[in-house]
C-alpha cells in the first residue's frame, strides 16, 4: 500500500480502532478507501485522499460540504423516521477541527462514515431502481432549494460549460500533445457535427428563462445509493454541488441510469438507451420536482440526457488526445472507449428523441 491509511486515520477524530483499509468503489476522480475498525459496534469509515490536481481549492470545496450536509442533516431531523447516518453523507472532523487534513507529502484527505448496507449499481437493470435514484436526486435539489447564505462556491469552474468543453477539445487537438488527434478523426467529427444544437441550455439560462439552482452536477448512478431493498438511500460525492441547471443533473443520471452498457463497453451494439429506464427515472424525478420546475425547465428535460452524454464524451475525447491528464484510467485506449460508447449513446437517444419528449409531457 502506497499510503499508511492507519497512520492517516489517525489524524482524523473517529470512533473504534483502525482494522484494516482497501480500495473501495470505481469513481473515476479521488483515491478511494474503505476503513474497517475492530469493533462492532462501531463505524466503518471512507478515506478519500482527494484529488486536489482537478479540485484547486480543498478549504472552499470542504466548506461547500459542510454547508450542504449541516442542511440536508437539518431537514432530516424534521423528517420522523430518518436515519441520518445513512441518508447523507458525515464528515468527520479531524483533530484540528478541520474536515480535511495535510499529511506529510502534502496529500488532501478527508474522511467520511461509511454508509452501512447500501447498494451501488454501475448499471441499472430495473425501472423499480431507476425511479428510485430519480427520486433521490429530486429530493436532493428540493432539500437544497432553500439553504441559506452565499451561492456556493464553484469548485470547478465552467464544469458543464459546453462552449467552453468545445473550445478546450478543439485547443487540444491543435496542440495535440501526445500526437493522437490523427487517430480520433471521426470521433472529432461526431461531435463537431452536434455542436450547435448542444449550446441551447446555456442559451436559455443567458437569457433568464431557466433559473441556476443549486444543483448536484455528478449524477452518476454510482453516486445514488439505495438501501438493502433498493430503495432511494443517500446521494453522496457532493464535490460538485454548486450553482447549475436542473439540466445537468436530469441529463447525467440518465447518461448512466438508462444506459444498457457499461460507461466503456467495447461492444457498441450493446449501448443504448433504455426508454422504460428513462421513463421510470423521469417520473421518480418529477415527483419530487414536479411543482418546482418552470415550463421551460419541463420542456427541456428531454434535451438534457443528450447534451450531457455529448457533454462527457467531449470531456473523455479531450482527456485521451491530451494524454490521460484527467479521468482516472485503466488502459491505454480507455478515454477513446468511454468517448465512443457515450457517443453511440448519444445516437442512440437521438434516435428516441420524440418519444422521450412525449414521456416527459406525459409526465408534467
Ligand atoms: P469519486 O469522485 O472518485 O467518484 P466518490 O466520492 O464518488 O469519489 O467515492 C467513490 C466511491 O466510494 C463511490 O462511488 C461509492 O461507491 C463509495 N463511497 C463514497 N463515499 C461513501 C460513503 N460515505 N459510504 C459508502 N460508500 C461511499
Ligand atoms: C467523474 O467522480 P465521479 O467518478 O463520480 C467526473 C464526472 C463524469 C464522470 C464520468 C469531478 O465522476 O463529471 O461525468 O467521472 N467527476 C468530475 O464517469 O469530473
Ligand atoms: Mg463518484
Redesign the pocket.
Known amino acids: 500500500m502506497k499510503y499508511d491509511l492507519k497512520e492517516i486515520f489517525g489524524y482524523f477524530t473517529s470512533e473504534g480502532t483502525y482494522s484494516n483499509g482497501e480500495p473501495y468503489g470505481s469513481?473515476?476522480?479521488?483515491d478511494t478507501f474503505r476503513v474497517e475498525t475492530c469493533e462492532k459496534d462501531k463505524d466503518n469509515y471512507i478515506l478519500q485522499r482527494l484529488n486536489n490536481n482537478?479540485f484547486k481549492n480543498i478549504p472552499e470545496l470542504q466548506h461547500n460540504i459542510e454547508r450542504v450536509t449541516i442542511h440536508l442533516r437539518n431537514k432530516l431531523q424534521s423528517i420522523p423516521g430518518s436515519n441520518i447516518k445513512r441518508e447523507c453523507l458525515s464528515l468527520i472532523p479531524a483533530r484540528d477541527g478541520k474536515s480535511w487534513i495535510v499529511d506529510k507529502d502534502g496529500n488532501y484527505w478527508r474522511m467520511y462514515i461509511f454508509i452501512s448496507n447500501h447498494r451501488s449499481y454501475n448499471i441499472v437493470d430495473s425501472p423499480d431502481k431507476a425511479y428510485e435514484g430519480g427520486k433521490a436526486i429530486g429530493r436532493f435539489q428540493a432539500m437544497l432549494a432553500d439553504m441559506p447564505g452565499e451561492p456556493l462556491f464553484e469548485t470547478?469552474p465552467f464544469?458543464h460549460d459546453i462552449e467552453k468543453r468545445l473550445q478546450t477539445l478543439n485547443q487540444k487537438i491543435t496542440e495535440d500533445p501526445v500526437g493522437r488527434a490523427g487517430t480520433v478523426g471521426k470521433e472529432i467529427d461526431m461531435v463537431l457535427q452536434r455542436a450547435e444544437e448542444m449550446k441551447i441550455i446555456l442559451k436559455l439560462g443567458k437569457e433568464g428563462k431557466i433559473p441556476v439552482r443549486i444543483t448536484h452536477?455528478?449524477t452518476?448512478f454510482?453516486?445514488i445509493l439505495l438501501d438493502e431493498n433498493d430503495k432511494a438511500l443517500c446521494v453522496i460525492?457532493l464535490?460538485?454541488v454548486m450553482p447549475g441547471y436542473v439540466h445537468y443533473d436530469f441529463g447525467?443520471a440518465i447518461r448512466t441510469a438508462a444506459n444498457t452498457a457499461a460507461?466503456d463497453e467495447t461492444n457498441l451494439t450493446k449501448v443504448n438507451m433504455d426508454i422504460n429506464l428513462f421513463k421510470a427515472y423521469a417520473k421518480g424525478y418529477l415527483s419530487e420536482t414536479g411543482k418546482t420546475l418552470n415550463d421551460v425547465e419541463k420542456e427541456y428535460l428531454a434535451f438534457a440526457p443528450k447534451l450531457i452524454t455529448y457533454t462527457?464524451a467531449v470531456?473523455f475525447l479531450t482527456d485521451f488526445i491530451d494524454g490521460d491528464k484527467?479521468?482516472k484510467i485503466h488502459h491505454e485506449l480507455h478515454n477513446i472507449q468511454r468517448a465512443r460508447a457515450q457517443l453511440k449513446l448519444v445516437m442512440s437517444m437521438e434516435e428516441q428523441y420524440d418519444e422521450m419528449k412525449k414521456i416527459i409531457r406525459s409526465l408534467t
Do not use: S
Request: charged residues 35%; aromatic residues 14%.
Open positions: 469513481g473515476h476522480i479521488h482537478i470547478i464544469f452536477n455528478d452518476k454510482n453516486n460525492d464535490d460538485t447525467d460507461e462527457i470531456r484527467y479521468f
